[in-house]
């Protein structure tokens, strides 16, 4: 599974990069993603809006065995 929300991440991370951030996996636990934003996304107001709706509804479609993604510090 680590490999499928690897690539999964591959295509958010451009948008991420635009914008000066990152997105690290930092573990997978009962088909809940943690991961760390990083960069500009890790202090922006947005970075809610853009984990639920852009990184974990995209990890989602790719890999449906994930129920959430949830942001670690």
């Known amino acids: ?3 499928k929300v690897e690539k999964a991440l591959e295509k958010v991370r451009g948008y991420l990069h635009f914008e000066g951030g990152d997105v690290e996996l930092v573990d997978i636990v009962d088909g809940v993603v ?4 990083k960069g500009m996304c890790s202090m922006c107001p947005m970075s809610a809006i853009t984990l639920k709706d852009g990184i ?6 790719e890999v449906p ?4 993604v ?3 510090l």
């Open 1 to 3: 599974m680590k490999e």
């Open 56 to 61: 974990e509804r995209v990890i989602k479609e």
């Open 65 to 68: 065995e994930v129920k959430a």
């Open 70 to 72: 949830e942001q670690v």
């Open 34 to 37: 943690k991961v760390r934003l």
